[in-house]
């Protein structure tokens, strides 16, 4: 992993418009867009900070795991998202370092990009979701 | 603030070495140190990530609030820390926009650098550290 960068940083939120005041309005933040992503039953904004993201995440649904997450947690940093240049071997190398994966083989969004996340118990209690760009 | 960025994402844990088993050994990420600061009752770790930094933040007492935290949300994110310019005019801009600043006034550590806290109530659950470079 010769670049690797912080792609996003998700935060659970109860409600995007509340959270764009602080993000969008106080901060000055540019929200590239806001979307509801059906098949993960969250509403999502995206906002640009440097060369990251901050991806307020709002559940749709009451049952889906981010709901719990939300009912369970409260709002909050819910996972960090690094971007690496070639997942395959990104798994391999955690996977060879004894780094416990949730998905061993990449998921893949509608838009080609993959990715896989990291149990937090191999990171120090922090949801890592690593992603190759399509 | 024309130019903003991640500066570091917190995460606190149980043990340094342990994560770094994660971020620095199987992800390959550069440790810039470890060091204790003594007026935080922490020991901290720096890894770089692009333009930003993880910093694993282990509490060395057991009543401050770090380790209150730990003891109570367990291990993982605790805070993010976004740098801006001139954190006078940031601390001016929340105000105006009515967000919650924790320090209304920009704390100083001993590298001369300046910082305040934004309050998680007014960012949508997140704990915000807003950071000048000295």
Known sequence: MTSIH?????????????????????????????KDIQEEEVQVAFLEVGESHIELVKPTTEDSGIAKYLAK??????????????????????QQADVE????????RDNG???????PRST??????LYEKA
């Not at 764009?20 to 867009?33: H, S, V």
């Not at 994966?101 to 893949?108: G, Q």
């Not at 120090?124 to 979701?129: C, D, I, R, T």
């Open 6 to 34: 912080i792609d996003h940083v998700a935060v659970v939120v109860e409600d995007i418009d509340s959270a764009l005041g602080f993000w969008q309005q106080a901060l000055g933040l540019e929200c590239q867009g806001i």
């Open 73 to 94: 947690r409260g709002a909050g940093m819910h996972h960090l998202c690094l971007r690496v240049n070639d997942i395959d071997a990104a798994i391999v190398q955690m």
């Open 101 to 108: 994966m949730i998905n061993e083989t990449p998921r893949v």
């Open 113 to 119: 990009t993959r990715y896989a996340f990291v149990h």
């Open 124 to 129: 120090g209690g922090v949801l890592v979701e």
